[in-house]
Every structure is written in C-alpha cells, then in structure tokens.
C-alpha cells in the first residue's frame, strides 16, 4: 500500500527539541522530494520544509529558517523533521508530503499523511 | 512573496449546486496552482494540478481554470462526501503558499 505515516509528537516544554518522522511504503521513496507541511488550530496550511530525492537540497520558508531541519534517510524510507527551540506557536499538526513527479522538487503534494500533533506548552 | 488571496473563506451550498472557488496571485504565477481537499483527521487529498489537470482517480465533476493571477475551482454538481475545506497552493517560486481555504458546508 502507497503510504506514508507520521510519528513522534507529543508534548513539549517551549525552547526544547523535537525530531518528527516520517516512513514512507509501497512506492522508491529515493526517487521523490518529500515535503513538511503543518496546520495550526483553527488556521490553514502552512508548508515548512522540502528536500530533494538525494537529500542534497533543503528549502524553508523564512518562518522557520534556522530553527527547522528536514533530512531523510533512503535506506529507512524514511523522512526527518527536527524542530529546535520549539514555541508555542510551533503548536500545530505536522504532516509530510510527496512531491508527485519523480526527481522534481517542484510539483503538486499526490501523497499525504494524517500529520502528527505537536504540543508546546509548558 | 507571493500571496494567494482565496476567496469566499465559507460557502453554504446544497447537494447538487454547481459552486466554484478563487484564487487569486499578487504575481503572474502562469500555470503552477494546485488544489486540494481536506476533511478534518484525514490526509489532504490533490484535485487539480498544474491549473487545470485532473488527479488521477478524482471525480470528473472537479475541474480548475486559470493562467496568469486569476484562478478557480469549481464542482459541477455538489455530493454528500465533497463537503470539506479546500486549498489552493502555488508553487512558482519559494516559498510555496497555500491561500487560506474554503470551508464547504451544507445549507
């Protein structure tokens, strides 16, 4: 089954660390840029990290430069999200997504998952 | 940065309506809008890529337009299961934006 699965939430003190991941199944995980994208209560999508196939390439919005690093490591099929100094306005569900066209970093989102639920709160 | 302006933010229809969605760009973004379903605890779902491209395994009654700054979504006639928030996201340069979403309730 193509899917791809969030894990690693929780609740966390404000100015703590968090690594969310993310495993990938069911289709050649190494072929795709993969994506974070979180939504805070009540407000809509926001996109925070994006890495090429290889790995070799990260993007962040200002929001989060700094702060957020996406990594992946092809041999788990799995996809990274470390968070420092988390703060309140981190609060948010955290899903990662797929880029749909194989070796592109640009494109549509054809794959999500339901997120994981971030909590900063002290 | 770009900023996508969606609009209306909630819309009340009935099964069966024909309603469409916008989006507009502070730029000439040509083609690259993509649009999204979200219902609440699910994974977002892709409808429309690239304006005006229909996903693969989506409903023929979805369907998107547009070029330039001025782009829509529209459900030719309204299903039970297509009630759900939807999301326009442009990906033209970063850093990707989505616009702030419709919520699609029942009247």
């Known amino acids: 089954q193509v899917q791809v699965v969030e894990s690693g939430g929780g609740v966390v003190q404000p100015g703590r660390s968090l690594r969310l991941s993310c495993a990938a199944s069911?289709?050649?995980?190494?072929?795709?840029?993969m994506n974070w994208v979180r939504q805070a209560p009540g407000k809509g999508l926001e996109w925070v990290a994006l890495?090429?196939?290889?790995?070799?390439?990260?993007f962040y919005p200002d929001s989060v430069k700094g702060r957020f690093i996406i990594s992946r490591d092809n041999s788990k099929n799995t996809l990274y999200l470390q968070i420092n100094s988390l703060r309140a306005e981190d609060t948010a569900v955290y899903s990662c997504?797929?880029?749909?066209?194989?070796?592109?970093?640009?494109?549509?989102?054809?794959?999500w998952g339901r997120g994981t639920v971030v909590t900063v709160s002290s | 940065d770009i900023e996508m302006t969606q609009s209306p933010s909630s819309l009340s229809a009935s099964l069966g309506d024909r309603v469409t969605i916008t989006c507009q760009a502070s730029q000439d973004i040509t083609k690259f809008v993509n649009w999204y379903q979200h219902k609440s605890g699910e994974a977002p779902k892709l409808l429309i890529y690239d304006a005006s491209n229909l996903q693969s395994g989506v409903p023929s009654r979805f369907s998107g337009s547009g070029s330039g700054t001025h782009f829509t979504l529209t459900i030719s006639s309204l299903q039970p299961e297509d009630f759900a928030t939807y999301y326009c996201q442009r990906y033209d340069s970063l850093p990707i934006t989505f616009g702030q979403g419709t919520r699609l309730e029942i009247k």
């Open positions: 997504a797929r880029v749909f066209r194989p070796q592109q970093v640009d494109g549509a989102f054809d794959l």
């Open positions: 069911g289709f050649s995980f190494s072929l795709y840029a």
């Open positions: 890495i090429s196939n290889d790995g070799k390439n990260e």
